[in-house]
């Protein structure tokens, strides 16, 4: 179980709960270099959950 | 809407958590209860609805509760599971021929090890990647490479500040996976990563 040190990590986006969601439980899908995913809960109201968007370049620009 | 299976605990399996995988014109899939000794099975079924319990997990060296789906490489299909008998936790990584012969590629749950793996694996240029809820040297999660070989590596164990229990599979675009944590981030709501392996 090495661990590999020249790995490159970064946490392109924490959920705020509001407007943009939280706790999303399932994965992201790739469509045409787009990411799209979902949050479970939080959103406006809290009442359920959102769509997001992700465009992965050197400033991610979420659209909730 | 058509039901075409219904399954029985023993030998089918029980709680069909993770999607199916068309392989070899047959769908494949795992439950996460059920077989034989109650840890879970891989199932084959035919669009007609004929049924095989290819393997029963024994909660061994071979794990129990696979949650995630499989992934068809070069005519095999692998796979996680996400648990030991009588545990949470650990898990371990498999592949399996398309009649159901099963060779245990990983065992987690060493220390600072990834452990349990809550989601299916992602293949890209080679190699294997997935995430565990648990494990990494701080206990939140990790993020792992798996060679075919079974040359396993953590790529990254979550803190709490980049995020905490991710538990859905990663994706791959152009050479950097992406994926999502429960938990973690500030305040706590979640995060989106990327991994560069």
């Known amino acids: 179980m090495p661990v590999r040190n020249s790995v490159s990590f970064a946490s392109i986006y924490s959920f705020q709960g509001a407007p943009d969601g939280s706790i999303p439980e399932a994965g992201l899908i790739d469509v045409n270099g787009t990411l799209y995913g979902t949050t479970s809960t939080g959103g406006t109201g809290c009442s359920g959950s959102g769509v997001s968007k992700i465009t992965p370049t050197a400033q991610p620009s979420w659209r909730a | ?197």
Do not use: C
Not at chain 2, 8 to 23: C, E, H, M, S, Y
Not at chain 2, 45 to 66: K, M, Q
Not at chain 2, 102 to 111: D, E, N, R, W, Y
Not at chain 2, 163 to 192: A, F, H, I, R
């Open chain 2, 1 to 197: 809407m058509q039901r075409i299976r219904r399954f029985q605990n023993n030998p089918d399996g029980a709680t069909l958590v993770a999607g199916l995988i068309r392989f070899k014109g047959a769908l494949y899939g795992t439950t996460e209860n059920g077989g034989t000794d109650g840890y879970g099975t891989v199932f084959k079924v035919t669009s007609s609805g004929r049924e095989s319990a290819l393997y029963s997990f024994t909660g061994g060296s071979d794990g129990a509760y696979p949650l995630g789906s499989l992934v068809a490489v070069k005519g095999e299909l692998y796979g996680t599971t996400s648990s030991n008998a009588g545990s949470r936790g650990a898990g371990s990584v498999f592949k399996m021929t398309p009649s159901g012969s099963i060779t245990v590629l990983h065992q987690f749950g060493a220390s600072g090890d990834a452990s349990d793996p809550q989601a299916g694996l992602t293949y890209a240029r080679g190699t294997f990647y997935g995430t565990t809820a648990e494990g990494g040297i701080n206990g939140l999660g990790a993020v792992f490479a798996i060679e075919a070989s079974g040359a396993e590596s953590v790529l990254h164990s979550f803190t709490e500040a980049d995020g905490e229990q991710p538990k859905d599979v990663v994706v791959d675009v152009n050479g950097t996976l992406y994926g999502t944590t429960q938990g973690g981030g500030n305040p706590s709501q979640g995060t989106v990563f990327a991994v560069t392996p």
